[in-house]
């Protein structure tokens, strides 16, 4: 901006600075943090104008390499907003005299703003969503905000807050990711409020995500292509201008060497030099554009592309497990409806969770993430006497597995119950299988087992096989096993020892 000779204020005449401005903020606007503007400038070799307040160009505009600092300076102006203020600077409390320490007040501890002072860039309404925007994108836990989204797995980073002290929790990736509150350890050595498991979280919350996400009609690829265009053509714009920048300083130094006399061969030389460089800058300017002509355009959506993209939240979840979404724009999508994801641990192996949507709506949930110990988990006494009384009733491990599954028992790691848990919790407590009574102990509810009438007889089990598929022997089956069964009666055994003496079976 310059200022008039009248006191008024107005743009730059210089209509390459205008569009550089510009194309700050809207590269902002897209892009949403500061880092991710400042990196797709460079790339796009886009310059800064800046006053120079020293050096042998005091006074004058110069062309510099975008920075943090000279983003971060636009950004926070309240002039390009058209506003002037007073009172965004203060001393730092803890200065000592002499020192230039200075603090950034908040903006409702402000002294003076006064709107429509300047001519505006951007309106006040953009002005504070970019503050809103760039507070967010620090990670300050203490005020509770987001982050910049990051190529992190984990999707929930920024949005998981402790339920029990209110802080932002923290990622950990060791080895798996994990959501944990720190913030109270950190700054009073207390224990960590708690710790929970990521992939089980993020699950459930983006599935809530994808149901929210059913009653809404996204369209919002042509806004985005548009968005592609405008920005390509503010980049175009700003090459034209470089280019008659370019032009113009090169008619100037041709201008300056033919003035001079070329028998003053000292200053001749060093005009020459200049014209020289500046025909090169030139030659540069015009290969940036051709090489910007050559790529390739921007598409338009066609009616067809438009009518295929009408229903994002139906074909969203498949992009989603597709693998062409990066973390960080995962991360971009989920933080369009969320607020935050508030997160409590009642018990260990149950997680609950509200989603604050950013209509201000709660969705509640509960979690149950994988935990190391069983005996922890809710219901595990009776998920053991559940087990112990199927066993007792004559049920195999598998069968046991499928009924307390289904009567809503879980383990520590999975939503089931798996058949060697069951055998592990049976076993622990003395409690033999009827499979492992056939096979181990002579008589099962007073008759005998193939294993114990072959001991008896001093057999082999398969003699005793033979005779049962004859018919020669009278056996039953087990009702829950199917193994077979002897009446334990004198004259079978009796008959059983003669037919073993005849044969010489020993």
Known sequence: MVRLEDGRV??????????????????????????????????????????????????????????????SEILHNPAYAGAFVYGRRGPHPDRRPGQLRQIRHPM?????????????YITWEQFLAHQARLADNASDFARRAHGAPRQGTALLAGLVVCGRCGYQMQVTYKPQRRYTCTALAAS?????????????????????????????????????????RADVGRVAKLRADRLARAEYEARLAQRHYQAVDPNNRLVAAELERRWEVAL???????????RMASQAQIPELTEEMKEQMQDVGRHLPAMWASGRLTPAQQKEILR??????????????????????????????????????????????QLVERILALGAQGYQDPEIARIVSAEGFRSARSAHIPASLVGEIRRARGQISLTEQFKTQAKVEG???????????????????????????????????????????????ATLRAQRDRCCYR
């Open 10 to 71: 107005s743009k730059t005449p210089d209509l390459q600075v205008q569009r550089t401005i510009e194309l700050v903020f809207a590269r902002f606007e897209t892009l949403g943090s500061c880092q991710k503007a400042l990196r797709s400038l460079r790339d796009d070799g886009i310059l800064l104008p800046r006053h120079q307040r020293g050096g042998p160009y005091a006074g004058q505009m110069v062309w510099r390499k975008p920075t943090q600092a000279a983003l």
């Open 188 to 228: 009073y050595g207390a224990a960590t409020c708690l710790h929970v498991d990521g992939a089980s979280l993020e699950t459930v919350v983006v599935d809530a995500f994808f149901a929210a996400l059913t009653t809404a009609e996204l369209n919002l690829l042509e806004a985005v292509l548009a968005a592609k």
């Open 447 to 493: 008759q005998w087992t193939i294993f114990g009438l072959a001991q008896e007889l001093e057999v082999h089990r398969n003699w005793l096989y033979t005779r049962i598929h004859k018919g020669t022997l009278p056996a039953t089956r087990h009702s829950v096993t199917g193994h077979y069964l002897i009446a334990d009666e004198p004259e079978i055994l």
């Open 108 to 120: 409702e501890e402000w002294t003076t703003i006064h709107h429509g002072v300047y001519p505006a």
């Open 280 to 290: 090169r800058a030139v030659v540069e300017a015009r290969e940036e554009m051709e």
């Open 336 to 381: 369009s409806l969320i607020q935050r994801v508030i997160v409590t641990r009642p018990t260990p192996d149950t997680v609950e969770a509200r989603v604050v949507w950013i209509s201000g709506a709660v969705t509640p949930f509960s979690v149950h993430p994988p935990i190391a110990r069983g005996s922890d988990v809710s219901g595990y006494e």
